[in-house]
């Protein structure tokens, strides 16, 4: 067989069975392959980055890897944010990337570039796979190090001429093993270090669980919670988690604000901060006289459980020796927030998102400063997963609903996607519209980049007058989101009130495929 069919079979081998790609000249014999192997699942993105992202959101849900397939370094660099934020994430993800042919490279034509200066700064593994020979082996190699624990971006380098040439057929079928999947396994936590952490939350001193990676899902967060009440302890989450699971019937976790002065309020008084799976918490960017570090002053920092070990395991071992009652967590009842009638603010666009979301709901937020009201709202409501911008990186939300929607076909997702944000990946909607994916978007309209009118004072600049302003502002012309939606295949309404936000919202969620919601929120209420 060809190489490029070849490494389509391993993919399929070692469990991949989902490739979002944006594919070019060198990367044609793996699309002539596509008809060879059935098992794997196609997905066209319009864009490198809505590519990426949506093998994030894939990856997040399915917790195993998704490929990609990019066209050399320029479809690579287009597709680089995304692999960022899934990078922060500890997403599994297979990145594919042609190459010119091996023989071609010296020719220097106008495509060629540095592909490995562009894939390691988000790749943990990488390799430039130069024979026919070793296409089968390097494919099983790069799934089994995006696996990890804990999972990352692996990235495979395919040249043209290594697609084409013939492949041993036996090489394939011995590179990708059956057990493959079933061979990740987190490292288990040292008695001394659950016996330590158990001291210092029996020591009566104030002390935090800080939550993070895959300690914010079911399992964890139970045990956490006996954990918290047994010690009196506080339960704090990193602000940007890559899959929170949350809603009536599992713990309440606070999570630590985005602002560093808030989250450093939120730690005030703490003695203690134990790190299970999460990272010291430290400020989005550097501020004038505010610090970077923002662990309160004499808190003492110790880990629990890192990201390759299991903190199921380790919370539990924990409670246990702290002598944790076995039905100890404490649950939120289910709640539904009161929707106020009037005009749109973003309270009360939280507060219809909460009155309306579903059971076993995956909610991709990407809302920015207008979300800010999200997390109260949506606290009590049905069991949900919560997706959100673990790089910092915007332009992930439409793209990560996407992913997390082919791989979960049986759950409704909500992409809560500010306007700013909305408009890097907005091409995602057509692959949306394409694969018949039943995603409901609800594009916040505040008519700004208001993140970054924020910013602009609290970095200190000075003046801020009316052209640093417009290069804020997303009037002149206004976007419409209605004509974008629809030209890419997804039908879509534009709302004022909570009355039409309602209607518009139950609508999409009750009927097949993708539905975009135009909010656009009151001026005044902003």
Aim: proline fraction near 8%; charge should be negative.
């Amino acid at each position: 067989m060809k190489g490029a069919k070849a490494l389509l079979e391993t993919l399929v081998g070692a469990g991949v069975d989902t490739c979002f790609m944006n594919p070019g000249t060198s990367e044609m014999h793996s699309v002539a392959a596509l008809d060879d192997v059935p098992a794997l699942r196609p997905v066209l993105a319009l864009f490198e980055g809505v590519a990426t992202g949506a093998a994030d959101g894939y990856g997040r849900m399915s917790e195993r890897p998704a490929a990609t397939l990019l066209h050399l370094g320029p479809g690579l660099g287009n597709g680089i944010a995304n692999l960022h934020n899934a990078r922060r994430g500890r997403t599994p993800l297979v990145n594919i990337v042609g190459d010119h042919a091996t023989y071609h490279k010296r020719f220097d034509a106008p495509l060629e570039s540095d592909i490995e200066s562009l894939a390691s700064p988000v790749s943990s593994w990488y390799r430039w796979c130069p024979r026919p020979a070793d296409v089968a082996a390097d494919a099983a190699a790069a799934v089994r190090a995006a696996l990890g624990p804990p999972g990352c971006v692996a990235t495979l380098v395919l040249p043209a001429d290594v697609s084409w040439l013939d492949v041993d057929d036996d090489a394939v079928a011995a590179a990708a093993p059956a057990e493959l999947l079933k061979g990740v396994r987190r490292s288990p936590v040292h008695d001394d270090v659950v016996r330590a952490a158990a001291s210092v939350l029996s020591s009566g001193e104030p002390a935090a669980l800080l939550l993070g990676g895959s300690a914010v899902r079911r399992r964890p967060l139970l045990a956490a919670s006996r954990v918290a009440e047994r010690a009196g302890a506080r339960l704090l989450a990193e602000p940007f988690p890559a899959r929170l699971e949350r809603g009536a019937g599992l713990p309440g976790v606070e999570r630590l604000a985005y602002l560093g002065e808030f989250a450093m309020a939120q730690m005030a008084g703490l003695s203690h901060l134990l790190l299970v799976d999460a990272r010291p918490p430290v400020s989005p960017f550097a501020y004038p006289g505010r610090p970077s570090a923002l662990v309160p002053e004499g808190c003492r920092v110790h880990v629990l459980a890192g990201e390759s070990d299991d903190a199921a395991e380790a919370l539990e071992a924990l409670a246990a020796e702290l002598g944790a009652s076995s039905d100890g967590a404490r649950l939120l009842p289910p709640s539904r927030p009161p929707v106020p009638p009037g005009p749109l603010t973003p309270a009360s666009v939280a507060a219809v998102i909460g009155d309306l979301l579903p059971e076993n709901a995956i909610v991709s937020d990407e809302s920015i400063t207008a979300g800010i009201h999200l997390s109260a709202a949506t606290e009590g409501a049905p069991p949900h997963d919560l997706l959100s911008l673990t790089g910092n990186s915007i332009g992930q939300g439409l793209p990560l609903a996407t992913g997390a929607a082919v791989a979960c076909p049986d759950r409704p997702v909500l992409a809560l996607e500010a306007d700013g944000s909305a408009m890097y990946t907005i091409q995602a909607l057509w692959t949306q519209a394409r694969e018949g994916l039943d995603v409901t978007t609800v594009i916040y309209d505040n008519g700004s980049y208001a993140i970054l009118n924020m910013e602009l004072n609290r970095v200190g600049a000075e003046a801020g007058g009316r052209r640093a302003r417009a290069m804020l502002d997303l009037g002149s012309p206004d976007l419409r989101f209605v004509r974008i939606s629809e030209g890419l295949g997804v039908p879509a309404v534009r709302v004022e009130t909570t009355e039409e936000l309602s209607s518009a919202v139950s609508r999409a969620l009750e009927e097949d495929g993708p539905h975009l919601v135009h909010a656009v929120l009151s001026r005044a209420g902003i």
